[in-house]
């Protein structure tokens, strides 16, 4: 299954190695072309100077870009010269309703399009152990897995197209409060004056531990405040899960909290800081 993969940014420079690792890579395409040549070479894979010549040589296409409008204009540039019965795996975090256009764009072209969100930061990329949920044909799925597990430790089949991102919202929700509540504890504990390291420590190992305590907790309590996930991206995912919630009459005070606290971030400059940044908001000065 030749493989093609389409934005090596923090997120996709990881999954990348791991598919190339288990020799399934044929070539990449970014749009800053100095990451793709200089991947390219590293891994002995074809360089590619635009989407279509990337899509002409592959069986399987992976994406993971930034934003809704991206995935748009990557995938009407995959479109202009897919093949019938391949399939493209789109990784990014978007609307279930740019899924489902994608969706119909591929289908008219007797191509198969899944969108399958990930979650499990720069540091599951990396290692090949991120979470993945999927929505679109379980058949194309079954096609790619071999590809998809070189990225992931758990793939889930959630439902038809767009069923991915929808419950990819429902993390980032979580992720929205987990923040709150990390940060806030943290300042909490600053101003208690407690060795912070120790206080880290004692509480990932008890019931109030998780995943961004242990791995932000420390970097966070230090003022370094390095992505990871991008707090500008984060924005652009709760901006989706407000529409969602505002459609389904449910609310989501926390995560409307948190856009609130990433714009005031962002306003200042700090919108590619990690999203832990929001530790700034929550410290004694
Ligand atoms: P990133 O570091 O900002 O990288 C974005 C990548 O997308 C870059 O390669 C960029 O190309 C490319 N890109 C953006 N717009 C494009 C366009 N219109 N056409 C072609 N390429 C385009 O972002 P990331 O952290 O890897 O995140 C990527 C996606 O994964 C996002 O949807 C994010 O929400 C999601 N995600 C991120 C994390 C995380 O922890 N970082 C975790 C789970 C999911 P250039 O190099 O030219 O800018």
Not at 5 to 29: E, H, K, S, T, W
């Amino acid at each position: 299954m030749k493989t093609g993969f389409i934005g090596l940014g923090a997120m996709g420079v990881g999954m990348v190695r791991n598919v190339a690792a288990a020799g399934l890579l044929q070539a990449v395409y970014n749009r800053s072309s100095e990451k793709a040549e200089t991947l390219a070479a590293e891994l002995q894979v074809a360089y590619c100077q635009s989407i279509t010549d990337l899509v002409r040589q592959v069986d399987v296409v992976l994406l993971c870009v930034s934003a809704d409008q991206d995935v748009i204009a990557v995938v009407d540039a995959i479109a202009k010269v897919i093949k019938p019965g391949v399939t493209v795996v789109d990784m990014s975090t978007v609307s279930s309703s740019t899924a489902q256009q994608c969706y119909a764009v591929l289908a008219e072209k007797q191509a198969a399009f899944l969108d399958a969100p990930v979650s499990g930061g720069v540091e599951g990329a990396r290692k090949g152990v991120l979470s993945m949920m999927v929505g679109g044909d379980e058949a194309a799925l079954n096609q790619v897995s071999p590809v998809l597990q070189t990225m992931a430790a758990k793939i889930t089949f959630m439902g038809g197209s767009g069923s991915g991102q929808a419950t990819k919202a429902v993390n980032q929700v979580m992720a929205a409060g987990i923040n709150q509540a990390v940060t806030e504890a943290l300042a909490f504990a600053q101003a208690q004056g407690l060795p912070m390291q120790k206080a880290i420590q004692v509480i990932a190992g008890g019931a109030a531990g998780n995943w961004f305590l242990s791995h932000r907790g420390e970097t966070m309590s230090e003022g370094i405040f390095e992505p990871g996930f991008k707090l500008a991206l984060h924005h652009k995912d709760l901006a989706i899960c407000h529409d969602m919630a505002e459609r389904s009459q449910c609310a989501i005070p926390l995560a409307d909290q948190t856009m609130q606290d990433y714009q005031q971030l962002m306003s200042v400059g700090y919108g590619d800081e990690d999203i832990s940044a929001l530790f700034r908001l929550k410290r004694k000065d």
